[in-house]
């Protein structure tokens, strides 16, 4: 009887104490999550006076990663010597906007290396993890970089190769999403143009006539658009320009003006005017989006002949949107962003041939848009020399749109970069980056890679005007989103036919509006001439002292001039109809097209 009553006993300590010690672990971990709360908050404080607000757990990640791997960053390195292909790539700050909307950064920019950190969930929705996706560029800016360092590394050895007096074609593009600092690093670089340029020139008086110099040679700018199909001269009050091609094949544009300039300030004065006139509009993306492609040429003639001795193009290219930047956006927008989605990827195809071109007769597509067409001799040049400068927002709302500018330039130069460790469990496990061509795949793009890979373009084929309907293989699947005017990443057969006549459409709406308003232009000439005609018609049957006059040859000219006033309104009105069923035929494509990627 006593045993159990003190073994009664003893079990009544051992559940007392049970209890007391989860009671005691239960108020542990309330503490431990208040001691959380408080860190984080903390945490959260610091972050918003280091200017990077947003998500606590994935900046921690970040700031883990980076950590590790900052000692893999090399020192940029100057170079005298500039590759026929340069790719570069330039990080901008996080501005106040991202800010406001507590937008953490999420691209490391470790030079020559450029990485973009993805914040992911697990399936359960609630654990957190970064993928990272890497990519190797000749030169790699940080946001502590100056517009300076980017321009000696990139711009500055062009300024030598212009001025040699070969002949020599130097271009200068600056590429990325609208909003992501193109304009900013292609201004300061105009600028320092103007520097450089008036003092090599006047360095090298003397050097003889093999060189440019201040007394063989004379500066003249040109500095048009490319808007809407239109090209348009942004020094001659937005003039709209013809672009013709002689009988040497050789590209003019008809009616562009060139500015002689006598120094730096006068070329800068000539520079600021043309940026004053370009056209830019608000998008969802940004509000003072640039929508043309701004084209500043620095040419260098000789004095006594005038000839061409080098030429130096800097391209500010309009800023390029994905689907979701455009599906509230209304015609003129959506025809905008059609058309420059169409020219950048018409690009990228001559940087390509022009870098993997080995012979003499390889192909360069710079008939596929007006934008290389206008920069024929870019391409084609045996003494052509390129220089594209990638800008990216550090925004993680912006990580897709970095990621496609990235592939942009990564295709165009065809760099392979292996990912390596990134320190996170997850990432060595699940996210290990793969070689594919010369794209680097990350786990959320292997959901696209089960698909059979089609074929790609062969070298002589002419690349496609609408950018749905090229033949893209594998890797490019996930690119389209830089280039197409509407949605992307629907496979399915009746939504691609949609967006693919959504595409043909827009592109046929510049040629119908084209030949609308020149046959609206030439009605209106024609009536202004039949009215002169009236007018004597009438005259000379009213006249005080006309005595007698021919009645039926005045009703039978007054039929024939309303007959062909009929006949001109006719054609307008036809004309105008069936431009605006393709108007109509647009607004219900992209309303369809809208309403299937929201699925």
Same mark, same amino acid.
Not at 52 to 59: H, T
């Given at each position: 009887?006593?045993?159990?009553?003190?073994?009664?006993?003893?079990?009544?300590?051992?559940?007392?104490?049970?209890?007391?010690?989860?009671?005691?672990?239960?108020?542990?971990?309330?503490?431990?999550?208040?001691?959380?709360?408080?860190?984080?908050?903390?945490?959260?404080?610091?972050?918003?006076?280091?200017?990077?607000?947003?998500?606590?757990?994935?900046?921690?990640?970040?700031?883990?990663?980076?950590?590790?791997?900052?000692?893999?960053?090399?020192?940029?390195?100057?170079?005298?010597?500039?590759?026929?292909?340069?790719?570069?790539?330039?990080?901008?700050?996080?501005?106040?906007?991202?800010?406001?909307?507590?937008?953490?950064?999420?691209?490391?920019?470790?030079?020559?290396?450029?990485?973009?950190?993805?914040?992911?969930?697990?399936?359960?929705?609630?654990?957190?993890?970064?993928?990272?996706?890497?990519?190797?560029?000749?030169?790699?800016?940080?946001?502590?970089?100056?517009?300076?360092?980017?321009?000696?590394?990139?711009?500055?050895?062009?300024?030598?190769?212009?001025?040699?007096?070969?002949?020599?074609?130097?271009?200068?593009?600056?590429?990325?999403?609208?909003?992501?600092?193109?304009?900013?690093?292609?201004?300061?670089?105009?600028?320092?143009?103007?520097?450089?340029?008036?003092?090599?020139?006047?360095?090298?008086?003397?050097?003889?006539?093999?060189?440019?110099?201040?007394?063989?040679?004379?500066?003249?700018?040109?500095?048009?658009?490319?808007?809407?199909?239109?090209?348009?001269?942004?020094?001659?009050?937005?003039?709209?320009?013809?672009?013709?091609?002689?009988?040497?094949?050789?590209?003019?544009?008809?009616?562009?003006?060139?500015?002689?300039?006598?120094?730096?300030? /006068?070329?800068? %004065?000539?520079?600021?005017?043309? $940026? @004053?006139? *370009?056209? !830019?509009?608000?998008? +969802?993306? &940004?509000?003072?989006?640039?929508?043309?492609?701004?084209?500043?040429?620095?040419?260098?003639?000789?004095?006594?002949?005038?000839?061409?001795?080098?030429?130096?193009?800097?391209?500010?290219?309009?800023?390029? /949107?994905?689907? %979701?930047?455009?599906?509230?956006? $209304? @015609?003129? *927008?959506? !025809?905008?962003?059609? +058309?420059? &989605?169409?020219?950048?990827?018409?690009?990228?195809?001559?940087?390509?041939?022009?870098?993997?071109?080995?012979?003499?007769?390889?192909?360069?597509?710079?008939?596929?848009?007006?934008?290389?067409?206008?920069?024929?001799?870019?391409?084609?040049?045996?003494?052509?020399?390129?220089?594209?400068?990638?800008?990216?927002?550090?925004?993680?709302?912006?990580?897709?749109?970095?990621?496609?500018?990235?592939?942009?330039?990564?295709?165009?130069?065809?760099?392979?970069?292996?990912?390596?460790?990134?320190?996170?469990?997850?990432?060595?496990?699940?996210?290990?980056?793969?070689?594919?061509?010369?794209?680097?795949?990350?786990?959320?793009?292997?959901?696209?890679?089960?698909?059979?890979?089609?074929?790609?373009?062969?070298?002589?084929?002419?690349?496609?005007?609408?950018?749905?309907?090229?033949?893209?293989?594998?890797?490019?699947?996930?690119?389209?989103?830089?280039?197409?005017?509407?949605?992307?990443?629907?496979?399915?057969?009746?939504?691609?036919?949609?967006?693919?006549?959504?595409?043909?459409?827009?592109?046929?709406?510049?040629?119908?509006?084209?030949?609308?308003?020149?046959?609206?232009?030439?009605?209106?000439?024609?009536?202004?001439?039949?009215?002169?005609?009236?007018?004597?018609?009438?005259?000379?049957?009213?006249?005080?002292?006309?005595?007698?006059?021919?009645?039926?040859?005045?009703?039978?000219?007054?039929?024939?001039?309303?007959?062909?006033?009929?006949?001109?309104?006719?054609?307008?009105?036809?004309?105008?109809?069936?431009?605006?069923?393709?108007?109509?035929?647009?607004?219900?494509?992209?309303?369809?097209?809208?309403?299937?990627?929201?699925?």
């Amino acid at each position: 009887m006593g045993g159990s009553r003190r073994s009664s006993v003893n079990g009544k300590d051992q559940t007392r104490v049970a209890i007391e010690r989860m009671e005691a672990e239960r108020e542990a971990r309330r503490q431990a999550m208040k001691d959380r709360k408080i860190e984080r908050a903390e945490e959260e404080q610091r972050n918003l006076a280091a200017g990077n607000p947003g998500d606590v757990d994935f900046i921690g990640l970040v700031r883990k990663w980076r950590d590790t791997n900052y000692d893999t960053a090399q020192p940029l390195k100057s170079s005298k010597t500039h590759p026929k292909i340069c790719i570069c790539v330039r990080k901008r700050p996080v501005n106040e906007k991202e800010r406001k909307r507590r937008d953490h950064d999420s691209v490391t920019s470790l030079h020559p290396n450029i990485w973009v950190h993805s914040a992911k969930l697990r399936v359960d929705g609630i654990t957190k993890y970064l993928d990272h996706s890497s990519f190797r560029f000749d030169y790699a800016f940080d946001e502590c970089c100056t517009t300076e360092d980017v321009y000696k590394n990139t711009t500055m050895p062009l300024i030598d190769f212009v001025c040699s007096g070969k002949g020599g074609r130097a271009t200068v593009f600056a590429y990325g999403q609208t909003g992501s600092g193109k304009t900013h690093t292609m201004g300061g670089i105009q600028k320092m143009v103007g520097e450089d340029i008036f003092l090599l020139l006047s360095e090298l008086h003397g050097a003889g006539d093999k060189c440019c110099n201040a007394q063989n040679t004379f500066v003249t700018v040109t500095f048009f658009e490319l808007y809407g199909g239109q090209i348009q001269d942004l020094l001659n009050n937005r003039h709209r320009l013809k672009l013709l091609e002689d009988g040497k094949g050789e590209v003019v544009i008809s009616g562009l003006e060139e500015f002689e300039a006598n120094d730096t300030d /006068e070329l800068m %004065g000539l520079i600021d005017a043309g $940026n @004053r006139n *370009r056209t !830019t509009h608000a998008t +969802e993306a &940004n509000d003072t989006s640039s929508r043309s492609h701004a084209i500043c040429q620095i040419l260098l003639r000789d004095k006594s002949n005038s000839r061409l001795r080098g030429k130096l193009s800097l391209v500010d290219l309009a800023g390029s /949107e994905r689907g %979701g930047d455009t599906k509230s956006h $209304n @015609r003129q *927008r959506r !025809t905008e962003s059609s +058309e420059i &989605n169409k020219s950048l990827l018409a690009l990228k195809e001559c940087i390509r041939a022009l870098d993997n071109g080995r012979t003499a007769n390889a192909h360069v597509p710079y008939r596929a848009s007006k934008l290389t067409l206008i920069l024929k001799d870019c391409f084609t040049s045996n003494l052509a020399r390129t220089t594209m400068i990638a800008t990216v927002s550090p925004g993680a709302s912006s990580a897709d749109h970095t990621i496609n500018t990235l592939r942009y330039a990564d295709r165009i130069k065809e760099n392979k970069v292996s990912d390596k460790s990134c320190g996170d469990e997850t990432s060595k496990q699940k996210a290990q980056v793969k070689r594919s061509g010369s794209k680097i795949t990350s786990r959320s793009d292997r959901c696209e890679s089960n698909s059979p890979p089609q074929s790609p373009p062969k070298s002589g084929e002419r690349a496609n005007s609408n950018p749905l309907l090229r033949n893209i293989d594998e890797d490019e699947q996930t690119e389209v989103d830089t280039y197409e005017s509407s949605i992307t990443g629907d496979s399915d057969r009746e939504n691609s036919m949609d967006l693919a006549e959504l595409n043909e459409t827009v592109q046929s709406l510049f040629e119908e509006e084209e030949s609308l308003l020149n046959l609206h232009m030439s009605v209106i000439q024609e009536n202004a001439d039949l009215l002169t005609e009236e007018g004597r018609l009438l005259q000379s049957v009213q006249g005080e002292d006309l005595v007698d006059y021919n009645i039926d040859q005045y009703a039978s000219q007054l039929c024939n001039i309303l007959d062909r006033k009929t006949h001109l309104i006719s054609l307008l009105r036809d004309k105008l109809n069936t431009f605006r069923q393709s108007l109509r035929r647009e607004e219900e494509l992209s309303r369809k097209v809208g309403y299937l990627a929201e699925y």
